[in-house]
């Protein structure tokens, strides 16, 4: 069968193209210039998904149709792709968060003294798979996308090989992660025999809706396995040990970047191949959210660690994130997007500081932290702002982020959701308070006594603080802006179109 | 005359011991090998499904040989991780990694 070129509509992936050179760039320079490069591939790194970034915005912006007329997206490499606004704002969310966790860890691989060539390539290699995952619409390259996703993931989760808590780690989060891929496979390739061969999430919608039990077999493997992704009860319990063990950085990117390909996975497949099972899917979805919620904030009680207790904290906010697919309307979806976004800042800044802290004191107790105000006043305000922000405390935009996301649960009359998710977000106030208050009023720690003052001329301190600045900013400014961005959102979801096909599905 | 349901039954019988393995190996070689054998009985579905109902364009074959890559380089991976794990610790008992709790 001979394949014309422009069919194939390439442009749609020059983010993904970009970032692909990029880490080719970064292998060569660092073979030719060895050590005496090191300090710049951070940079080479950033600028290559700097120009990433610029196209998928400049691609949003086209298609709707804010800069020309608005150009309707179209399929690439023959239904294997697609670059619609929902696949291109995941890919923004997962360029901005690798952006970020190297900005943080510039700092962290100059200490720990680890090769950095590859690890910003494995980052970059990370960086890649999820956001092909963002726009995969076919099973083979869903699988494919996930697993770049995945194995650059643990490798990164075992970069500091020297050490053995981070080789656990690694361990662990490969064992359970390729255990749920073939799970989800599992699933995937009952898919494939029930639909009678198809491999196109939309080819397999219409010929499974009468199948009753197989096909809820084939929703219950594949939601199983992308859970994995999203670390949600009871598909989390590799979240705490490998954000314990890995190096922080990484943690950062696997807590957003690696979580928002997840969502988005999750949206399109179960809004492309199961829009007959809709009910279903938004069941599971929601009893997934319900225990995430309250299993998350309840264990994250009583951790001891900030990076635990961050660990648990994250997986209660996937479930928040769930509320917004379980309800399946479009403003679920883009008050979903919404908190991804404030989520970003949020958590990725939340990381920073303990990096930074980490770095000076190597500890992340939280007791360590007690009394930090008064050696280290920007670093505890930047903390206090991301946790409380986390809490959802108004001004900052995780309370915004949540308004939106229980008001859409309000208006699809999802009460159950709604008051589960109200009452363990004001639980969650006492564990993020736990860390902010004795950072202000309590007596310094021993670790805080022997802190060292700030110097940001050192090497690679000079991104963590830009990491940190920028994602208080964000922070802070997100919620004040969130109208405008919400009704982008709303704008990217009407654009989108197996979206609109599922509203009317689930209408009739 | 074989029909697809005995794939099928096979594929299930392997996920099955795979997930066994998993759960009980002590030997973290072993529970590689373990979702070696759960990939193994996703190829077999894929390939039963792929000669039974999609013979003309063979995807599930097509599938398969992306899963097969993909299990090698994940193969490659785990083993390199047991032997940075044994090279730290002296052992790849699964019982022995509790430096993190579950």
Wanted: proline letters at 4%; one cysteine or more; a neutral charge.
């Amino acid at each position: 069968m001979p394949i014309d070129v422009s069919l194939l509509n390439v442009g749609a992936i020059w983010p993904e193209i970009i970032v692909t050179l990029t880490i080719l760039t970064l292998m060569v320079v660092d073979l030719i210039g060895g050590q005496r490069v090191a300090k710049q591939l951070a940079g080479l790194a950033l600028l290559g998904l700097g120009l990433s970034a610029v196209v998928i915005v400049y691609q949003l912006l086209l298609q709707l149709g804010l800069i020309g007329g608005p150009v309707p997206p179209t399929e690439s490499f023959l239904g294997s792709f697609t670059g619609d606004p929902l696949s291109l704002v995941f890919r923004g969310i997962v360029v901005l968060s690798s952006t970020l966790a190297i900005l943080m860890a510039e700092r962290y691989m100059y200490q720990s003294g680890a090769q950095v060539a590859e690890f910003y390539t494995l980052l970059l290699g990370a960086t890649l798979g999820g956001m092909l995952l963002s726009g995969s619409t076919e099973m083979v390259m869903i699988f494919i996308a996930l697993e770049t996703l995945s194995i650059s993931s643990y490798l990164l989760a075992g970069y500091t090989k020297l050490d053995s808590r981070s080789n656990e780690a690694s361990l662990k989060y490969l064992l359970v992660g390729s255990a749920s891929a073939a799970v989800f496979l599992y699933g995937m390739s009952l898919l494939y025999g029930l639909s009678g061969g198809e491999t196109k999430l939309t080819a397999i919608a219409p010929r499974i809706v009468d199948m009753g039990f197989p096909a809820l077999l084939a929703l219950v493997l594949v939601v199983a396995g992308i859970s994995f992704k999203l670390a949600v009860v009871p598909f989390h319990q590799w979240t705490p040990d490998v954000y314990e063990g890995a190096p922080t950085p990484v943690v950062a990117f696997l807590s957003v970047g690696s979580k928002a390909a997840g969502f988005a996975l999750a949206i399109r497949f179960m809004t492309e191949a199961f829009p007959a099972y809709t009910l279903q899917w938004q069941t599971l979805f929601a009893g997934l959210a319900i225990l995430s919620m309250v299993l998350g904030n309840i264990v994250a009680i009583a951790q001891t660690s900030l990076k635990r207790l961050l660990a648990y904290s994250s997986i209660a906010q996937a479930g928040y994130l769930l509320i917004g697919l379980a309800i399946g309307t479009v403003d679920g979806y883009a008050s979903l997007m919404f908190y991804l976004i404030t989520y970003l800042f949020m958590n990725l800044g939340a990381f920073a500081a303990a990096t930074l802290f980490t770095l000076k004191t190597g500890s992340d107790d939280i007791s360590a932290f007690s009394g930090l105000w008064r050696k280290d006043p920007f670093l505890a305000v930047c903390l206090s702002v991301f946790l409380l922000s986390l809490a959802g405390i108004p001004p900052f935009a995780g309370f915004f982020g949540k308004i939106y996301l229980f008001w859409a649960a309000f208006q699809a009359g999802a009460y159950t959701l709604l008051f589960v998710g109200l009452v363990t977000s004001v639980a969650s106030m006492y564990y993020y308070l736990r860390v902010v208050k004795p950072m202000v009023v309590r007596p310094m720690s021993p670790e805080v006594e022997a802190y060292p003052a700030t110097n940001w001329e050192l090497p690679g301190m000079r991104s963590l603080q830009v990491a940190l600045g920028v994602s208080v900013v964000a922070t802070v400014i997100v919620g004040i802006i969130s109208n405008p961005i919400v009704s982008l959102m709303n704008e990217s979801i009407a654009r989108t179109p197996p979206l609109q096909t599922a509203k009317q599905l689930s209408q009739k | 005359m074989l029909t697809v349901n005995f794939f099928l039954a096979v594929g299930a019988a392997l996920f099955c011991i795979g997930i066994y393995g998993l759960v009980t190996s002590r030997n973290a070689v072993r529970v590689l090998m373990s979702i070696e054998l759960l990939l193994n009985a996703v190829n077999l579905n894929f390939l039963a499904f792929s000669s039974y109902v999609d013979p003309v364009n063979i995807r599930g074959q097509l599938f398969t040989i992306f899963i097969i890559a993909v299990a090698a380089a994940e193969a490659a991976i785990g083993l390199a991780i047991v032997l940075a794990i044994y090279r730290n610790r002296n052992t790849i008992d699964m019982e022995n990694f509790n430096l993190l709790r579950w």
